[in-house]
């Protein structure tokens, strides 16, 4: 269990975090998505207690995460991958891991073959890694304490798509298991595919959170005419929300009917009217990125 | 690539051991660890050693036999290891902060200053472990050449070269922690008792007050076992100086410090 509660940091004039509050319960993935730039990183360490929040409070399994007496046997934390020493063999890294937590030397070696880093790779040095195998030593390292919660920063950056889909079951499992997941990433289809719960971030604020399921459902209708221009008239006559989607179509947040009948009425032939199923979480993303839907 | 999870089967947290907060020994055995598990330290330390044995050697060879005693290869192997050790000591912070190992090691143990406490315990331990070291490469030298009274060390001698070793390295680790950068430590840890020399030589007045803050001229007096009362008292608040002033500083930053 995680609980985010207000949490704000400012720097000088700047707040990259502003009144963040979530919960994020055992048993679930909670996917945090963002835009790099939007506040996940500094999110996270404040989760951590690396950074000191300018407000609010945050806790891990219910108290503080700096209260917790062994926090690597209870909270795995990767949050870069690449912030480990260059001269050190990737094994040597977690050996030092395990000699903090006191966790026994064969389960380096176990984790070190489950995330498919071979005994080749275990003796190069990290600086001799790629992005994909610090990712892998980093999600590693997470684990090592058989933790009951996982914070994972960007865990699918670097990795190929076999490792993408490998992390999805290792976290679904996690999860399944009872475990509490948190992972960040700036791609909607990375946590879409695993994902429970969602939280949406851009410029420092939650701008949507909840049920994936309920979020990728609550967007309305997605339609398309001949005379787009004429249909969106007509919806805005008739007090529907509309905005642009992408692809020249039109996102409605009204039943499929009522937006058949203002179409009936004005005259105008539909070419698509369906369900938008997340384009209206894809627009709201895309807003956040500054880009135009593609 | 294996598809199963590499997690036990057991439910999360069900390791023995869990819960409790890891021992300071066992945080110093770490850091103590971590000096010597990279390749920057673990090079930095053969080399101090194969400098020391050629520098020894050299001695062994073309010294006076009035010099070849052991209380004088003790010296010079502390001398030698002493100019390259405070470099570790420096690097046992520094590195946490340019490596960006910080995040994980602050990730593990969220109390900084039991970190802290540590490394400092990790830096004397590393500091008293050299200085027997350097003692081995003296009793080697003076079997291979001994020279006039050759097995000459009074106890004090010897504890004099401990100390004084032990206090280089801390003197490097905690300008490490008040600066928390390689270079610019490594620059100030040399050059500013130097400077502070020069500077106690040039200037007339200060030279009274220097000699309470330079660390090198007791060390000096009490090496050469012309040191009496005021010479003690001199490196006492020296050090004080040079190890309070930065300790302080660091211990406040690292603690505050955002670690990103």
Same mark, same amino acid.
């Given at each position: 269990?995680?609980?985010?509660?207000?949490?704000?940091?400012?720097?000088?004039?700047?707040?990259?975090?502003?009144? =963040?509050?979530?919960?994020?319960?055992?048993? /679930?993935?909670?996917?945090?998505?963002?835009?790099?730039?939007?506040?996940?990183?500094?999110?996270?360490?404040?989760?951590?207690? *690396?950074?000191?929040?300018?407000?609010?409070?945050?806790?891990?399994?219910?108290?503080?995460?700096?209260?917790?007496?062994?926090?690597?046997?209870?909270?795995? %934390?990767?949050?870069?991958?690449? $912030?480990?020493?260059?001269?050190?063999?990737?094994?040597?890294?977690?050996?030092?891991?395990?000699?903090?937590?006191?966790?026994?030397?064969?389960?380096?070696?176990?984790?070190?073959?489950?995330?498919?880093?071979?005994?080749?790779?275990?003796?190069?040095?990290?600086?001799?890694?790629?992005?994909?195998?610090?990712?892998?030593?980093?999600?590693?390292?997470?684990?090592?304490?058989?933790?009951?919660? #996982?914070?994972?920063?960007?865990? $699918?950056?670097?990795?190929?798509?076999?490792?993408?889909?490998?992390?999805?079951?290792?976290?679904?499992?996690?999860?399944?298991?009872? &475990?509490?997941?948190?992972?960040?990433?700036?791609?909607?289809?990375?946590?879409?595919?695993? $994902?429970?719960?969602?939280?949406?971030?851009?410029?420092?604020?939650?701008?949507?959170?909840?049920?994936?399921?309920?979020?990728?459902?609550?967007?309305?209708?997605? %339609?398309?005419?001949?005379?787009?221009?004429?249909?969106?008239?007509?919806?805005?006559?008739?007090? *529907?929300?509309?905005?642009?989607?992408?692809?020249?179509?039109?996102?409605?947040?009204?039943?499929?009917?009522?937006?058949?009948?203002?179409? *009936? @009425?004005?005259?105008?032939?539909? /070419?698509?009217?369906?369900?938008?199923?997340?384009?209206?979480? @894809?627009? *709201?993303?895309?807003?956040?990125?500054?880009?135009?839907?593609? | 690539?294996?598809?199963?999870?590499?997690?036990?089967?057991?439910?999360?947290?069900?390791?023995?051991?869990?819960?409790?907060?890891?021992?300071?020994?066992?945080?110093?055995?770490? @850091?103590?660890?971590?000096?010597?598990?990279?390749?920057?330290?673990?090079?930095?330390?053969?080399?101090?050693?194969?400098?020391?044995?050629?520098?020894?050697?050299?001695?062994?060879?073309?010294?006076?036999?009035?010099?070849?005693?052991?209380? &004088?290869?003790?010296?010079?192997?502390?001398?030698?290891?002493?100019?390259?050790?405070?470099?570790?000591?420096?690097?046992?912070?520094?590195? @946490?902060?340019?490596?960006?190992?910080?995040?994980?090691?602050?990730?593990?143990?969220?109390?900084?200053?039991?970190? =802290?406490?540590?490394?400092?315990?990790?830096?004397?331990?590393?500091?008293? %472990?050299?200085?027997?070291?350097?003692?081995?490469?003296?009793?080697?030298?003076?079997?291979?050449?001994?020279?006039?009274?050759?097995?000459?060390?009074?106890?004090?001698?010897?504890?004099?070269?401990?100390?004084?070793?032990?206090?280089?390295?801390?003197?490097?680790?905690?300008?490490?922690?008040?600066?928390?950068?390689?270079?610019?430590?490594?620059?100030?840890?040399?050059?500013?008792?130097?400077?502070?020399?020069?500077?106690?030589?040039?200037?007339?007045?200060?030279?009274?007050?220097?000699?309470?803050?330079?660390?090198?001229?007791?060390?000096?007096? #009490?090496?050469?076992?012309?040191?009496?009362?005021?010479?003690?008292?001199?490196?006492? /608040?020296?050090?004080?100086?040079?190890?309070? =002033?930065?300790?302080?500083?660091?211990?406040?930053?690292?603690?505050?410090?955002?670690?990103?």
């Amino acid at each position: 269990m995680i609980a985010a509660d207000h949490l704000t940091k400012r720097y000088g004039g700047h707040v990259a975090v502003d009144d =963040v509050s979530f919960v994020c319960e055992p048993g /679930t993935v909670t996917g945090f998505l963002g835009p790099n730039g939007a506040g996940k990183s500094t999110t996270m360490r404040m989760l951590c207690g *690396l950074t000191v929040p300018s407000g609010g409070s945050a806790t891990v399994l219910g108290a503080p995460y700096a209260s917790l007496p062994d926090p690597g046997r209870r909270v795995g %934390v990767l949050l870069d991958a690449s $912030a480990q020493h260059a001269g050190r063999t990737g094994q040597e890294v977690l050996a030092v891991s395990a000699q903090v937590m006191g966790v026994k030397r064969e389960r380096v070696d176990a984790l070190l073959g489950a995330v498919g880093l071979d005994r080749r790779a275990a003796k190069k040095r990290v600086g001799a890694y790629s992005l994909g195998m610090r990712q892998r030593l980093g999600i590693a390292h997470a684990l090592l304490g058989d933790p009951e919660v #996982l914070i994972l920063d960007e865990p $699918a950056n670097g990795l190929d798509p076999e490792g993408i889909k490998w992390m999805r079951g290792l976290l679904r499992d996690f999860a399944d298991r009872g &475990g509490t997941v948190l992972l960040s990433s700036h791609l909607l289809g990375e946590v879409e595919a695993v $994902a429970d719960d969602l939280i949406v971030i851009g410029g420092g604020q939650i701008v949507a959170q909840g049920r994936l399921k309920e979020l990728l459902a609550a967007s309305g209708v997605l %339609v398309r005419a001949t005379d787009q221009a004429a249909l969106e008239d007509a919806l805005a006559l008739a007090g *529907l929300p509309v905005e642009q989607a992408g692809g020249g179509g039109l996102l409605v947040d009204a039943p499929a009917e009522q937006v058949g009948r203002v179409a *009936l @009425e004005a005259r105008v032939v539909l /070419t698509e009217l369906r369900a938008a199923d997340g384009a209206g979480l @894809e627009q *709201l993303f895309f807003s956040l990125t500054g880009g135009d839907a593609a | 690539m294996t598809a199963t999870a590499p997690t036990s089967t057991a439910q999360h947290g069900a390791a023995a051991g869990a819960g409790a907060r890891p021992p300071l020994h066992r945080l110093a055995l770490v @850091e103590l660890r971590k000096m010597t598990d990279t390749r920057a330290g673990f090079w930095l330390l053969v080399t101090t050693f194969l400098i020391a044995g050629a520098g020894l050697t050299l001695m062994a060879s073309f010294a006076p036999p009035d010099e070849r005693t052991l209380a &004088g290869f003790f010296r010079a192997a502390l001398d030698i290891t002493g100019l390259i050790a405070p470099v570790l000591g420096i690097l046992v912070v520094t590195s @946490e902060w340019s490596q960006r190992t910080a995040l994980t090691t602050f990730a593990l143990v969220p109390r900084r200053g039991r970190v =802290v406490g540590a490394k400092a315990l990790a830096v004397v331990s590393f500091a008293v %472990v050299l200085a027997l070291v350097c003692l081995q490469l003296a009793v080697v030298a003076a079997l291979l050449s001994p020279g006039d009274d050759a097995w000459d060390l009074s106890l004090g001698a010897f504890a004099t070269g401990v100390l004084l070793q032990t206090l280089g390295v801390t003197g490097g680790f905690a300008i490490g922690l008040a600066l928390l950068r390689s270079a610019p430590a490594i620059v100030f840890a040399y050059v500013l008792p130097i400077a502070f020399a020069i500077l106690g030589e040039a200037i007339p007045g200060f030279r009274d007050t220097a000699d309470w803050l330079d660390t090198t001229a007791p060390a000096e007096a #009490l090496w050469d076992d012309t040191g009496d009362g005021t010479a003690w008292a001199q490196l006492l /608040t020296s050090w004080t100086l040079w190890l309070g =002033v930065p300790l302080a500083i660091g211990l406040a930053r690292v603690r505050r410090a955002e670690v990103a």
